[in-house]
DNA sequence: AAACTACACAACCGCAATGGT
DNA sequence: TACCATTGCGGTTGTGTAGTT
């Protein structure tokens, strides 16, 4: 039995907005207000669902929407946002996760929480008048096109942005390092969430026979009540992640890069970084797989599968160095 | 003029976070 | 603490329109 639906299916308007529905929830909102959306669609007299009416209202009713062509510098500062923000891929491991990881050197296997997010409502909040989904859609259509375009006439990534290079899907891909493709790690991938979500951090370190069975790609998920059962310390994401982009990054970074930074220190302050002690009994006593646990079924040929398609072909690239 | 294609953007969907009870 | 409703977000789809053949 799962959640009942945010929006029932039945009795309610969908599709594009009448103007008189525009109207209804213009006026009802001038008169009391945002907020308690799905009250707010049955007392509007509309019979649309809230999270609609919350959208129509945010993207389009709204008195300060910007409307009109993007400008030149907006479209400048979206791609510089998006550099910064769009389509990244956080890895979650703490230090003592890395130290574990430079042992397992030489292994097929490097473990980790990873999220892919791109952060269009962060963007949108630094274009006044403009919406999420407005740069969102200005990026999948204009901007990724010419983005592919000039990929395809063999423009070089400038040296004084970032050491990767855009790719079509947006994706930030780092350069190839000798060191990184002979590294071949692959990183096992999990369900895209947002920043804040919890992840699981490792706190003790595998046994020589699973770091084998890692190795030979033997070690299944399915079993793992009995063969990955273990202490995992719950983090918050951001405090146990290392944004890749400080992997390869310009060094002393952009001022809105460094803007965002202190933004999320703001955020994060709230929720200090657990220390993660490591020592070399904690590697001899790893019972688990880092990253996985009971509900975490994952086979790792499927996600071999997963790592070998373009879209995630970047991570197995990855120089790790601690 | 009709058919087709590309484009732009509004709207939907599913998921996760959050807050109240 | 668990449950549920609400809110917010990002990815995707649908659709109207302009341009091209």
Redesign the pocket.
């Given at each position: 039995m799962g959640?009942?639906?945010?929006?029932p299916?039945e009795g309610l308007?969908?599709?594009?907005?009448t103007a008189l529905e525009d109207k209804l929830l213009a006026s009802y909102i001038k008169a009391h207000g945002e907020?308690?959306?799905?009250?707010l669609s049955r007392r509007a007299g509309l019979k649309?669902c809230?999270?609609?009416c919350?959208?129509?209202w945010l993207?389009?009713l709204r008195p300060d929407i910007k409307r009109g062509?993007i400008s030149r510098d907006e479209e400048e500062l979206i791609i510089r946002l998006h550099n910064l923000l769009g389509?990244r891929l956080l890895i979650s491991l703490s230090p003592s996760f890395l130290q574990w990881e430079s042992k397992l050197r030489g292994t097929e296997f490097l473990t980790a929480h990873c999220v892919?997010?791109?952060?269009?409502?962060?963007i949108a909040g630094r274009l006044p008048g403009r919406t999420?989904?407005?740069i969102?859609?200005?990026w999948?259509?204009?901007l990724r096109?010419r983005a592919k375009a000039q990929a395809s006439i063999g423009t070089p990534p400038s040296k004084s942005t970032h050491k990767m290079l855009s790719t079509e899907s947006g994706v930030c891909e780092p350069l190839r390092s000798p060191q990184a493709t002979k590294a071949k790690i692959k990183v096992i991938l999990t369900?895209?969430?947002?920043s804040?979500?919890?992840v699981r951090i490792p706190t003790q370190l595998p046994a020589a026979q699973h770091t084998d069975k890692l190795r030979d790609g033997q070690l299944n998920s399915t079993n793992n009540n009995q063969e990955m059962s273990g202490d995992i310390a719950t983090v918050e994401a951001h405090n146990g992640t290392q944004v890749l982009d400080s992997l390869y990054s310009d060094g002393g970074g952009s001022d809105l890069l460094n803007e965002q930074l202190k933004e999320r220190d703001v955020e994060f302050e709230e929720n200090p970084m657990q220390p993660l002690a490591f020592d070399e009994a904690m590697f001899k006593n790893w019972t688990v797989n880092p990253c996985l646990n009971g509900n975490d079924a994952m086979d790792f040929d499927s996600l071999a599968f997963l790592l070998e398609t373009d879209e995630y072909s970047f991570c197995r690239n990855i120089n790790f160095q601690t």
């Open positions: 959640r009942s639906p945010s929006c299916k308007n969908k599709g594009a907005w907020g308690k959306w799905s009250d649309r809230g999270k609609s919350r959208l129509r993207n389009y062509n389509n892919r997010l791109c952060r269009w409502s962060l999420d989904n407005e969102k859609n200005y999948n259509t204009v096109k369900k895209a969430t947002r804040s979500s919890k």
